[in-house]
Structures are given as structure tokens and as C-alpha cells.
Nanobody, 125 residues
Framework: VQLVESGGGSMQAGGSLRLSCAAS????????MGWFRQAPGKEREGITS???????TYVDFVKGRFFISRDYTKTNLFLQMNSLKSEDSAMYYC?????????????????????WGQGTQVTVS
């Protein structure tokens, strides 16, 4: 399984970015995919995930600003980030092979995901 993120960069506060994750060797029917982020000196935290049925979940501090989606081929995952804030600056990671459903309490727990991309940096000033 290979996950490759792209779309990161520098943006002024209030702006938008769209991250992409290209998945190969992965079957969407196998479990949740999600987006996580890690700022320097902080633990990796879950942002949002999507399950095999298309249901989504979000951490409170991105609700209404960030949106997860995937394309019809189910091989590309996206994260639309709007109204960016300086505290959104972090390395953003795509992950796969999480719980079966976003209803699981672990759907935003990095420890239960088995596959990870290399990350893409987002800097908001």
C-alpha cells in the first residue's frame, strides 16, 4: 500500500488549500481513511475520516472549515481546508486501514491506522 499526499504549501490566514492523497494497493472496502496532522513538539492528531459507506467524522476544531471527500474511483482522497488559521500549520498525513466505520471511537486515533503517507507541509501565516 502506498499513499502519496500533495497540495500543501504556504497560505495566509483566511485562505484555502486542498490536499490530495493518491492511494495504490489499497481497497476502500477495507476500512476508514483519514487525515491527520502533527505540529512540531505535538502529538499526531486526527482531523477527519471517511468510512467504506461514505460516512464522515470531524474533530470539533475543524468542523465547518475542513471537508473530506474521495473521487468516484475511490483511489484518491481529498481534504478541502477553508478559513485557515495559523494554528492549522502542521505536517498533514493521509492514513488508511483504520476502523470499519467512523462510528468507532478510534476512527480519529492515529494508533489504529496501519498505512501512512509521507506527509505534506501546511504553513499558515
Amino acid at each position: 500500500v502506498q499513499l502519496v499526499e500533495s497540495g500543501g504549501g504556504s497560505m495566509q490566514a483566511g485562505g484555502s488549500l486542498r490536499l490530495s492523497c493518491a492511494a495504490s494497493g489499497w481497497t476502500y472496502s477495507s476500512g476508514c481513511m483519514g487525515w491527520f496532522r502533527q505540529a512540531p513538539g505535538k502529538e499526531r492528531e486526527g482531523i477527519t475520516s471517511i468510512d467504506v459507506d461514505g460516512f464522515t467524522t470531524y474533530v470539533d476544531f475543524v468542523k465547518g472549515r475542513f471537508f473530506i471527500s474521495r473521487d468516484y474511483t475511490k483511489t484518491n482522497l481529498f481534504l478541502q481546508m477553508n478559513s485557515l488559521k495559523s494554528e492549522d500549520s502542521a505536517m498533514y498525513y493521509c492514513a488508511a486501514d483504520g476502523p470499519r466505520t467512523v462510528a468507532a471511537v478510534t476512527s480519529l486515533n492515529a494508533q489504529v491506522y496501519n498505512y501512512w503517507g509521507q506527509g505534506t507541509q501546511v504553513t499558515v501565516s
